[in-house]
């Protein structure tokens, strides 16, 4: 009973960090139609630019996670109102173009940090029992903290003006043209949305393990299988699917062995494409 209680809390933890990673990444393809790579440069940023408000303007941790979440999001609209509106209407020239973003930050990184791992604080300090399980209270945090962001979205999108105009421009963008939608300004915020919620990803991801200039591939790959698997442009689908590779890749590590991380979202990718391509829910608008 002890196992079963520890993979499902385990499980459930990394699944909402996943579903964090992941929808911000849906939405860019759900309104834009394309594949942001720099989406795993995002991530790699929130966890550095948080470190580097601690260490170079002596923040505390959680104004250093502001300041890190205000200039990932900003990097973010700079890439898309910069490259990427030039080439929108070409997603495969998006796609180089943002690949090339990624590595150039990621070199970047290693040019400054090198390869050694940096440790980040955590924001909820100690630890708790859950049944028979303990684990890090920061953990915790990241798992409510994961579900109340992607509430707000969901409200925000189905609920708000804007969010409905985001709506609009994913299924027509020449009927949202029409009827008025200034469509630079929905990718704008669309593009901050999903660098915010990279960089807080990043942040969480570097306080459980650390931050290195490589470690946003990882999480690209499974915020791509995530999306494959949940459908493209699905934010509902992305949920579900963080989910299913989440409880997939914890039981892999933990009844096989912890050197698999990463090969179950890698599989269930390859069965995807080839037994149902659109994914669970399909192309469809944003929900």
Do not use: C
């Amino acid at each position: 009973m002890s196992f079963i209680e520890t993979t499902i809390v385990i499980a459930l933890l990394i699944s909402a960090l996943y579903a964090l990673l992941s929808v911000g990444f849906t939405m860019i393809f759900g309104v834009g139609g394309v594949l942001n790579v720099a989406h795993a440069a995002f991530l790699t940023l929130g966890a550095y630019l948080m470190l580097y408000g601690i260490q170079l303007f002596g923040l505390g941790p959680w104004t250093a996670t502001l300041f890190s979440l205000a200039l990932v999001g900003l990097f973010s609209v700079l890439v898309y109102a910069g490259p990427v509106k030039l080439i929108e209407d070409d997603p495969i020239i998006v796609v180089i173009v943002t690949l090339l973003i990624f590595l150039i930050v990621e070199e970047f990184i290693f040019v400054i940090e090198g390869t050694s791992p940096k440790s980040l604080p955590v924001l909820v300090a100690g630890r708790v029992t859950i049944s028979s399980t303990t684990i890090q209270s920061n953990q915790v945090f990241m798992f409510f903290l994961s579900w109340l962001t992607i509430i707000a979205l969901l409200v925000f999108v189905n609920r708000t003006t804007l969010g409905k105009a985001i709506q609009a421009v994913s299924m027509t963008k020449r009927g949202a043209t029409l009827v008025g939608i200034n469509q630079f300004r929905i990718s704008t915020t669309t593009w901050l949305i999903a660098g915010v919620l990279a960089g807080l990803g990043g942040i969480f991801l570097g306080t459980f393990q650390t931050a290195v200039y490589n470690m946003g591939l990882g999480p690209l790959i499974i915020a791509f299988s995530v999306v494959i698997l949940g459908g493209l442009g699905s934010i509902k689908g992305s949920i579900i699917a963080a989910h299913i590779i989440g409880f997939l890749e914890t039981l892999t590590t933990s009844l096989v062995s912890p050197r698999l991380t990463g090969l179950a979202p890698l599989l269930l990718l390859v069965i995807v494409l080839v037994v149902k391509p659109n994914g669970l829910f399909g192309r469809e608008e944003l929900e």
